[in-house]
């Protein structure tokens, strides 16, 4: 299915990944400073943390998923898809309020558990295997989500779309790390509404107008008319609702800009990037309607549904609005790059090099080592999406290791009882028992197991932290005495 030709997609990529590379470079030069690099000096104001969060939670299923569930689910399957999405930053509002009021000088998570259990190793190193692994499998996905769409739209090579995805997004934010990756976040969720607002209500008219959108509400089947089928609710409500409402606990990239964001604006920001994200699928979900529609009056053909955007698209429109929603696409997807390779390198320079290796790192070794680590792990999955594992497992193993920390990381942060022993077996039990059960569950594609093992993973770590607080007979934790000594989170001595 060649839209576009490879020659034109190879111009595109280049010159997109020109135009930011040097926007980057003339706007903030170089980052040589921790604060900076890794915390974009805490003064990021609403209007920008709000576009960079909405964008940097804009993974290929937003631009894919979204118009896919609305031409094969119809309205409900949206409905599921979109409202957790939303919900989870309302939910993770009070998380980022109450980390910033405990670690304000920290940089990750995993840095104030480490704290949080006066300094026990064991735990740290489970919570930093769930950070690491969704930092991993963001990387993975989106390359080879972003790699699969050019592929197919035009025929290009996949593994150099692949390695195209990755240099861009590694080359312009190793300058100057969170600053670069929030700076393009603005360009790119401004260019991705953009584009998306005048595409997709020229696609309606073309398409006949909202009789058009009407038609395909239940779906290219026509089943599906019911927001509260209750089907849809059970069998994708319910675990895409625990996966997405757990995702940002276990995302570095969202505590990042917790503790980036100017302190009083942390609830607004937050909110409002939650609404902000909400349009891009609302939006895009049109166009799965619309394929729907035409699939049924025979305009048009439909052999993968995760492509039915681009292909309403290519059927009602010029040539160059395949262009558009291609760049609109390599936007969203090279957004999500930058901001995990932005918390990888939190990560591993806080975590990793400053925790374990270098206890008196300078200000310079902390951001070199933050940026070897962002090339590090940009090779490591980049290798892995050049295998071309599919997308599937890839979702699968990502949903199941966040789900582990969900609890373990609330009771963390407000519960003064938990022990350390109980916020590791939490972690660890869910990660040996539920992921298993979980990817098992989805590769024999069986509904109600695949419910149980979503419940099971959050289900464990609530039920150990429960039991671990009620057993727990050593002296409660001082938070107070922790916010005295919140300067100790700075990494330089």
Partial sequence: MQLISPTEIICLILVYGIVL?????????????????????RNVGVVRGALSLAVSWVWAPAIFISSMQAFTKGIPGIFWFTAPNILCFFIFTPVAIRLRKLAPFGYTLPQFIHRRFNGNKAVHI???????????????????????????ISGINIHFAIIAMAVI????????????????????????????????????????????????????????????????AFTMGIPMTISLISGPIGDQVFFQRALAVRKENIAKTFIYGGLLFGIVPITLSLLGFIGATEVNRGIISVPDPQVVGPIVIASLLPKFSLYAFTLMAFAGLCSTLDSSLCAISSLGSIDIFSRYINHKASDHSVVTAARICMISMTILGTAVALCQPKLLWCFLGYGALVSAALFPTIFALYSKRLPAWGAFWAVVLSLCLATPLSIYANIIENPHLIVIASITSVSIGLIICLIACFANSDKDFDYIALVRDSRSFKPVK
Wanted: charged content about 5%; overall charge negative.
């Fill in 21 to 41: 590379i040097s926007v980057v470079w003339f706007l903030t030069q170089t980052e040589g400073h921790a604060e900076g690099f890794l915390a974009a000096n």
């Fill in 169 to 232: 997004a590694l080359s312009y934010t190793l300058l100057s790390g969170l600053r670069a990756s929030i700076l393009t976040d603005v360009i790119q969720m401004i260019m991705l509404l953009g584009i998306a607002f005048v595409l997709v209500p020229w696609c309606v008219i073309k398409a006949g107008g909202l009789p058009a959108i009407v038609s395909g509400l239940g779906g290219v089947d026509g089943s599906h008319k019911s927001l509260w089928d209750p089907w849809i």
């Fill in 126 to 152: 489970a919570f930093l295997v769930v950070f690491f692994g969704y930092q991993l499998g963001a990387i993975i996905i989106n390359t080879l989500a972003g790699g699969t769409l050019l592929n197919t």
